[in-house]
């Protein structure tokens, strides 16, 4: 998959096309399972990276946060 990763994205109708062009899937059925999958994969990655970068933020503003309470202690 990381080769067709670009080619790919979380809606399924779109990977089902991507799949017939990059693949030979006779089974209706599987053709939807792989497809499927890599929605809910690409899905799940996006969910964690927006994760990542909330808590990055959280940390930024907290980081923010100490250094001007140290300040105005000082």
Partial sequence: MT????KF??????????L???AVVR????KNEIAGYISSYLRRELEEQEEKESVAAQNESVDETEEIE?????
């Fill in 3 to 6: 080769t067709y990763k670009g």
């Fill in 9 to 18: 994205d979380t809606d399924f109708a779109h990977n089902k096309q991507v």
């Fill in 20 to 22: 017939n062009e990059i």
């Fill in 27 to 30: 089974s209706k059925g599987l």
């Fill in 70 to 74: 140290e300040q105005i202690l000082n």
